[in-house]
Each structure stands twice: as structure tokens, then as C-alpha cells.
């Protein structure tokens, strides 16, 4: 059996996926990062993104983040942000309005957590 | 029927109104109280995980950041006091005022000045009423706050921390809210939450495991994940405290509801009493004055027969 790491995503006002992983991939303000099991303790702040983790049946789960932190220890990964959705639950056509939406309003920061919802379906 | 009569029977309907009208408030906040608690629970893994990621930047590096060093001398504080938008929870919000006052009270006399920030329309209306000032308020949601109005609170407060106290900044920041303890408990207590004392951070995370923190790698650096991290923290803290304040809120409803229905319950009984007493004093009278009257006519006939 290969090597495993336990995974956590919570959201503010919920628990959003946990279980099992080989490899979770987030990006933090340097960069994108690569966390497998057994890697150094960690504590890095996300940006807005999709967050790729595999997990250890094979599957893939992403989800889209906005904003928040990585933290991982003892074989522990958190990922703490204050909105994350699975890319399951996004609706993307409510995803592309909302991007057109804020693109016509100039509305930046809407226009990017759109755009991190499409961008998070896309890869699923 | 009477007049006494007729007066016991309208007060018995204008108080049987009034029972089923509590009695429902009673049922809708007992559910409440669920769906609030519900919300605590689901807030918990992430205040944790916060609490966590904040000793382990606290302890494993010895960065000085603003929010967690202690000025020399604090000169301005903050108080965030969370009350409720709505009244008929009992001695809720004045339990909560009156904390708010104990511990406004308490820094005056460490010579420090008060800056008071007001949560829900009850306190807000009560410190109006004194002509007191608010440096700034915000109702309407404490019934189901979310983590949005959160942030709509947080933000002003660490915008007020993060800036020099002389140019009308706060050296602390002190919170005042109801404490979810059980359904039949809940108690206003008063906490600081900023500057942070670290000690005090791990203390709370230790419980869960008393594991020994590692030394963590930070990305991109301790400074900056401080920064980023600790406006996060308080703004967890203060979305917890509403959510409790909102679930104590509809316990002590609840509670003033049911004791609400049961005096209205005893006053029903009372009233029927009364009513009966009077019920049966008119039906005497009928019937002694019937008596007398017969007696009455007896007594005339017996007289014109001789």
C-alpha cells in the first residue's frame, strides 16, 4: 500500500472533504505546491485556486478555494479557507453568469472567484 | 350573564390568545436553538484549525508582530458587545449591557479609554438612549449570523488595532458576549482578544492531544503568514461568539416563552374560578329572588282571601 496522508478541507461554517490522499497539490502566494506523504511540517498561505488532491483509491477530487491557509503536520494536511466549494457542487452556469456579470460590473474580486470556480470544473 | 361574569369570560379569551401565541414563540425558538447549535459544531473543525496553524506560527518562530506584543502602556481599548436584534429573551441582552458596563467600567479605572462597538439593536438602542457614543454598530443578522457578517464586523476593529492609538487607533481589543453553556445555561462573559497572548492560544490547543508542535516550514515567510493568519483568527473568534450569542439568544426565548405560557396557563385557572364563583352567585340570587317573590305572592293572596 502506498503511503497516505489524512486531508482536511473545512470552509468557515462547514467541513467541506476529508479522507485519504497520496498527493495534494494547492497553490500558495509562491507558487504552486506539492504536498506527499511524509513532507517537511508546512504552513503556507493559499491563493485563490483550485486545489487538486488525489486520493488514494485513484480518484481526483478538486476543489475551488478563496483565499486561506495550508498547514500540514504528523501526516496531517489542513486546508482552511473561508469559502471552498468541491468542484461537484459548483453550477457552472451560475459560474459563467457570474463571470459575465462581473465582468461587465468591473467587479474584480467577483470576476476572480468566478473565474476560480470555472477554472477548478475544468480540471475535474 | 352578568357583568362580572361577562368581564371574567373576556379576559379568560384575551389570555388564551395570548398563551398560544407565546406558546408558538416558544416552539419556533426551541428549534432555533438546534439549528444554531448546529452552526457551532460546523464552525468548530475550522476555529481549530485556526487555533492550531496560530500557536504553531506563535511558538515556532520568534516573530514580533503588532497583534500579538503587548503595548507598554495601553491607552485605548476597544469593546465589541454582541447583543440581539430582538427582545422577549428575558434578562438576555441586560445580562450582556451589563457586562459590557462592568468591564467599560473596569478599564476607566485602569486609565484607559473606551471605545464601545455595538452588535444588534437592543444594545445599540439602549447606549442611544443614554446619549452615549458608538464608534460603530451593525444589526440585522444576529438571529443566523454568517461568516460574511463576520467579517463585515471584523473589519473595522483590525482596521482600528492595526493603526497608531494616537491617531485614533486601539491599543486592545475586548469582546463581550453570551455564553453557550447548555439549554438552560448561558452566561455574558468578557474575553480580550487582541493583543494575543500566545500562552494563552496554546493552552486551548494542548488539550487535543498535548502533542509537542513541530517546527514548521513557512511559505512564504512567518511574518507573512502571521500577517495573513491572525485577521483570519479573530475573525473566527468573533463569527463563534455571534453564532453562541445567537443560539443563547433563542435558549433564553425559549425560556421566557415557557414561562410566558405557564403563567398564562395559571391565570386561565384563576379566571375560570372566579368566573364559576360568579356563575353560581347569580344563579343564587335568581333563585332567592324567585323564592322571595313566590313567598311575596303567597303572602298577598293569604291576605285578600279573608
Redesign the interface.
Known sequence: MAAELHV?L??????VWSGEATLVVAR???GD?GVMPGH??????LESGPVMIRTSDGGTVVAAVHG????F??NKL?L?A?IAELSDEIDVQRAERALERAKSDADASAERRADVRLRAVATR | MGAQLRVYKRRIKSVTATKKITKAMEMIAASRVVKAQRKVTASTPYATELTRAVTAVGTGSNTNHPLTTEPETATRTAVLLLTSDRGLAGAFNSNAIKAAEKLTARLEAEGKEVEIYIVGRRGVAHYNFRERKIAEQWTGFTDEPTYADAKKVAGPLIEAIEKDSAEGGVDELHIVYTEFISMMTQSAVDGRLLPLSLEEVAEEAKPKGGEILPLYDFEPSAEDVLDALLPRYVESRIYNALLQSAASKHAATRRAMKSATDNAGDLINSLSRLANAARQAEITQEISEIVGGTAALADATAGSDK
Open positions: 482536511e473545512v470552509a468557515a461554517d462547514r467541513s500558495t502566494a509562491s505546491i517537511q511540517p508546512l504552513l503556507g498561505v486561506g491557509f495550508v498547514s503536520a504528523d489542513s482552511l473561508e
